[in-house]
């Protein structure tokens, strides 16, 4: 059978059916580590565009994968199946950032204090913070839209079923991030 052309769904299914066998064989290895590689590189891509780094990104994606497979059973026959598996992601990388909010990071203004306002590295980290956090300065429900359909090339649908919102708030979304990533990049004068 040639994995490459099934659809994810189809893949899944494979998934849970060996996971509700009782044999412990290599086919459920190997469906379980095909599904893994079809879909880690685009977790990893999602979950850098919300600004995780690399171990957060891993353990994220870890964490996911094992709720996916820890809920199998109430993954509904007929339904896409990666907008289930990004909302779970989605779920996941939420939970990491609130995690990460609540640890005690230094502030830019002692950072600034210790070396000075007009160092070079604080101007840089400044300019690099401006270039590279443009859509992070977006609110969350714009950048949630912006990030799936412009890095994941998912449809307003599948976006809607992942934030639990209308396809038309979807597009809505989208077009008001644009119109605000415009007016930042004004601002920027880039």
């Excluded at 590689?37 to 094992?66: C, M, W």
């Excluded at 990460?100 to 590295?121: A, H, P, R, T, W």
Aim: charged share 30%; proline share 2%; glycine share 4%.
């Amino acid at each position: 059978m040639e994995l490459e052309n099934i659809s994810l769904e189809e893949l899944f299914d494979f998934v849970k059916e060996e996971l509700m066998s009782s044999n412990h064989s290599d086919k459920k290895s190997f469906y379980f580590k095909y599904l893994y590689k079809r879909l880690y590189p685009e977790a990893y891509k999602f979950s850098v565009y919300y600004g995780l780094k690399h171990n957060d990104i891993l353990d994220v994606i870890q964490e996911t994968f094992l709720k996916v497979f820890s809920y199998h059973l109430s993954f509904k026959k007929g339904t896409a199946f990666k907008p289930w598996f990004f909302k779970i992601l989605y779920n996941k990388i939420n939970d990491k950032l609130r995690e990460m909010k609540k640890l005690n990071v230094s502030d830019i203004q002692e950072i600034e204090f210790f070396y000075g306002e007009e160092s070079k590295e604080i101007n840089s980290f400044h300019n690099l913070i401006d270039i590279d956090g443009i859509i992070c300065k977006l609110p969350k429900h714009l950048k949630d839209c912006l990030l799936m359909y412009a890095f994941q090339g998912m449809d307003y649908e599948e976006i809607g079923r992942i934030l639990g919102i209308s396809s038309r708030q979807v597009r809505n979304r989208i077009k008001e991030a644009v119109e605000e990533i415009s007016a930042l990049v004004e601002d920027f004068n880039v």
